[in-house]
């Protein structure tokens, strides 16, 4: 399984949404494991929740797990306000690989 590591910054709004979620699902294939890492983003509105609703139904359907990684305090306050904290994968920091 192939790990891709992605971080956003900044706003994730009406304006990135769409772009950041171009960026998000290129370049992955089946079976991968995408880590979005959220850590920097500052603002998040509706369109930056659906866009992570968005890209999650996308990777499910193409068998790619979708982790979120490091969310900020606007971000988990709105995952959890919108009660999405129980739909997605979150961890405060990347988990370290199992030993083989």
Do not use: C, W, Y
């Given at each position: 399984?192939?790990t ?17 979620f ?55 306050r ?23």
């Amino acid at each position: 399984m192939r790990t891709l590591r992605l971080q956003l910054t900044g706003d994730l709004d009406v304006v990135a949404a769409p772009a950041e979620f171009q960026r998000l699902i290129e370049g992955t294939q089946a079976g991968d494991r995408v880590e979005l890492d959220l850590g920097a983003v500052k603002f998040i509105d509706s369109s930056g929740i659906s866009m992570l609703i968005r890209a999650k139904k996308h990777f499910d359907g193409v068998g790619t797990e979708l982790v979120l990684v490091n969310p900020s305090p606007p971000v988990s306050r709105l995952l959890m306000l919108t009660g999405l904290t129980d739909t997605f994968a979150i961890h405060d920091e990347t988990p370290e690989p199992s030993g083989a």
